[in-house]
């Protein structure tokens, strides 16, 4: 127990110096560390992803809308740390309150980005681990740049059971994607699997016949999601109404539209965006596998037994 | 009714109108993905444990389970008889259903009585029994070289391991969760 308790107060004083170096990285590179509301009239609408109700509105799942507001106005580089909520979400790999890092990069596409985020995590390793790897579920991963790129395409036809085409076609993604595929990503170098089905593409610009977005996995472990972001706004409008749709039929409570948002944000800038989650890029530098040995005080803390 | 994000370890449900206890439990979501709920459970009267995996737009029946006080009386060929000491309802079980308990089911011990749905269907022990040792060979010390316990034989005709000193009569206390000796009762 007590033992426990130690490793955690290290492991703690660890995350606060990631945090720290975060922020160091983002200044260097001319970033506006920015701070935007939590509490929102209205949430992005998405098919599986439910936010918290407070007062008249919704806490963030995340600080996207808020970011691109700024975006509009003309900020170019911004990047913002803050907790952000999600209804029920509650395992080894996460927390219904949990800790993200997103930043946005004006007039850079998805393949900049991916290499930005490289950066980043190399950065922080070389800083605090002073290696450029990470051990992690008894592996060494090697962080030296360029990492892996897989299509999710190619990802379901060397590890899964099944073509994208039939997981998507029989409502089997998740499954494949879960327990056959994110086990073999990312084990020798870090993975940006990319280029998902347009069914899939959230708010990012499609290209071809896919969606200019990419997830970032590490030992099978999801660290990031980016996307060359779409930057049409009727469009917007139009893929958040059929995520509306989607919950509907799924028997779960379709959001307001965010018509305030709409009516300041007529274009966004040529931009990418990626959010980070802090508390498993915490797991990994520090080796730990359950998420709740990463925060200082569990929801589980909190509660009478 | 309960919902996918009910689940957890513990949690009772009913899957085709048996019982099941959830026995491990793990949540999973990719990306911006739908929610995965991997269970693994356990057939409440079979044993039997299974795997499934639930998705948000599952709902599950919770499964009416009671458990009563009952005293056991006695086992006539594969059955055993119990009963609710306030009614004096006496019901039974097979010796399927009592499963492991038997080592311990001394006659009078009080348990928990397990109900689906009003029909007994298994019974949980108290956490220690103590059972008179039927037989035991006389230990001389010297006997064996590897070992300070011996074998002996309970009044449920259990074997079990216990100190050298243990003689046939005696009542010894017994961890029913583990099946091992505790301590030694003086009466």
Not at chain 1, 15 to 26: G, P, S, T, V
Not at chain 1, 90 to 109: A, C, N, R, S
Not at chain 2, 49 to 70: C, G, H, N, V, W
Not at chain 2, 145 to 151: A, I, L, R
Request: charged letters at 30%.
């Amino acid at each position: 127990m007590l033992q426990g308790l130690k490793n955690k107060k290290e492991i703690i004083k660890l995350r606060a110096e990631i945090l720290h170096k975060i922020r160091e990285f983002f200044r260097k590179r001319g970033f506006v560390e920015v701070e935007t509301p939590f509490l929102l009239p209205y949430v992005i609408p998405e098919s599986y992803i439910d936010a918290i109700k407070a007062e008249d509105g919704y806490l963030h799942t995340s600080p996207e809308l808020c970011m691109k507001m700024l975006l509009a106005s003309g900020y170019k580089k911004i990047f913002q740390i803050c907790k952000c909520f999600r209804k029920g979400e509650k395992g080894k790999l996460h927390l219904p309150e949990f800790t993200m890092l997103e930043w946005y990069h004006v007039e850079i596409d998805y393949n900049a980005l991916m290499r930005e985020c490289e950066s980043l995590i190399i950065f922080l390793c070389r800083e605090l681990l002073g290696k450029e790897s990470i051990k992690y579920r008894e592996k060494e991963i090697v962080l030296t740049p360029p990492w892996h790129q897989i299509t999710v395409h190619e990802a379901f036809k060397r590890y899964g059971s099944m073509s994208l085409h039939d997981a998507v076609d029989r409502g089997l993604f998740e499954e494949i994607m879960v327990y056959e595929i994110e086990p073999k990503l990312g084990i020798e170098k870090p993975v940006f699997l990319k280029d998902y089905p347009v069914s899939m593409a959230a708010l990012s610009k499609l290209k071809d016949n896919h969606a200019e977005r990419f997830e970032l996995y590490i030992c099978g472990l999801e660290i990031a999601n980016g996307y060359t972001e779409l930057i049409d706004m009727k469009e917007m409008k139009k893929r958040l109404k059929i995520e509306n749709e989607k919950r509907k039929k799924l028997k779960k409570e379709p959001y307001p539209m965010p018509e305030g948002f709409f009516f300041k944000v007529k274009q966004l800038p040529d931009c990418s965006g990626i959010a980070l989650g802090i508390d498993r890029l915490v797991m990994l530098i520090c080796n730990e596998e359950d998420i709740n040995n990463v925060v200082a005080i569990t929801p589980e803390d909190l509660t009478y037994c | 009714m309960y919902t996918a994000s009910d689940l957890r370890k513990g949690l009772k449900i009913v899957i085709n109108n048996e019982p099941y206890i959830i026995i491990d439990f793990q949540f999973s979501k990719p990306g911006k993905g739908q929610a995965l709920y991997k269970c693994k459970l356990k057939n409440m009267i079979t044993g039997v444990i299974i795997d499934k995996t639930y998705r948000s737009i599952d709902t599950f029946q919770p499964a009416d389970l009671e458990e009563r006080k009952m005293q056991f009386l006695y086992k006539q060929d594969d059955q055993y008889c119990f009963m609710d000491m306030e009614t004096y309802e006496q019901v039974f079980l097979t010796e399927e259903q009592v499963g492991d308990a038997k080592n311990f089911l001394i006659d009078n011990l009080e348990v928990e009585v397990l109900f689906f749905e009003g029909r007994p269907i298994g019974i949980e022990l108290p956490n220690f029994v103590d059972i008179k040792v039927v037989k035991s060979e006389p230990w001389v010390k010297g006997d064996s070289v590897s070992s300070n316990t011996k074998p002996v034989v309970l009044e449920t005709g259990y074997v079990i391991r216990v100190p050298t000193f243990i003689e046939e009569g005696e009542k010894i206390r017994v961890d029913t969760r583990t099946g091992e000796y505790v301590t030694r009762i003086k009466e």
